[in-house]
């Protein structure tokens, strides 16, 4: 049983377009990371929320974090193409044990 | 280096034979995690390792699979008898806390003919 599910699973968009994808759980963060992961490399942290409700900004990123702490969406404005990479996202819940669970990622490609 | 360094970064090998892959994680970090990604996917979770103890091993797929961390420093993931089946990248991240960011080495992708 996965216990983040990512949606959109692929996305593939054209320069200048704007994307949302999600990330869902039945359970409760204690806290969600999305990270970034570009083929041949390991992800890399984009940021981290906490607070229920809460939204981050990074440049033409912007991350919102449930108010139930149980899902979180990440917003593209105007993608480029070194936007193209996996999306991950990651939390630990009071089920996961010492475990930072992963979901499945969201696969984006941007084209010119 | 600075980063979490993991060696080799590619290894083929035959169905049966044993593996040992290795990670040097940034000094400091007390936190270490194991995780493989099959092509295209998420990462599933191993083991984590808080100094040199386990207390979360439950990712481990089989009792082929063993891991240890010496130092609290570099830690060895060994498969045994390896199954096509092990095919995937391994990935090793480490952490200053549990919670916290986990900085990941590049992978060690193991092909297993």
């Known amino acids: 049983t996965q216990l983040l599910e990512q949606s959109p699973q692929f996305l593939s968009i054209q320069e200048g377009e704007n994307l949302t994808v999600y990330c869902n759980s039945s359970?409760?963060?204690?806290?969600l990371q999305w990270y970034r992961q570009e083929p041949g490399e390991g992800p890399v942290l984009l940021v981290t929320v906490v607070t229920g409700g809460e939204v981050k900004k990074l440049k033409r990123l912007t991350f919102q974090f449930g108010d139930a702490r149980k899902d979180s969406s990440l917003h593209i404005t105007a993608a480029q193409p070194g936007d193209t990479g996996l999306y991950l996202c990651a939390g630990v819940t009071m089920d996961s044990g010492y475990a930072l669970n992963f979901g499945k990622g969201t696969s984006l490609l941007v084209t010119p | 280096g600075a980063g979490v360094s993991q060696s080799p970064s590619n290894k083929v090998t035959e169905k049966g034979k044993d593996v040992e892959l290795r990670c040097d994680p940034i000094?400091?970090?007390?936190?270490l995690y194991w995780y493989r990604q099959s092509l295209g996917q998420g990462l599933e979770f191993l083991i984590y390792?808080?100094?040199?103890?386990?207390?979360?091993k439950s990712g481990l797929p089989s009792d082929r699979f063993s891991a240890e961390r010496t130092g609290g420093s570099v830690s060895t993931l060994t498969i045994q008898r390896t199954q096509q089946e092990d095919s995937a990248v391994y990935l090793c991240?480490?952490?200053?806390?549990?919670?916290?960011?986990?900085?990941f080495g590049e992978g060690s992708r193991l092909t297993v003919l």
């Open positions: 359970s409760v963060f204690s806290s």
């Open positions: 390792f808080q100094g040199n103890s386990a207390p979360d």
């Open positions: 000094s400091g970090h007390t936190a």
């Open positions: 991240a480490s952490s200053l806390q549990r919670t916290g960011e986990l900085f």
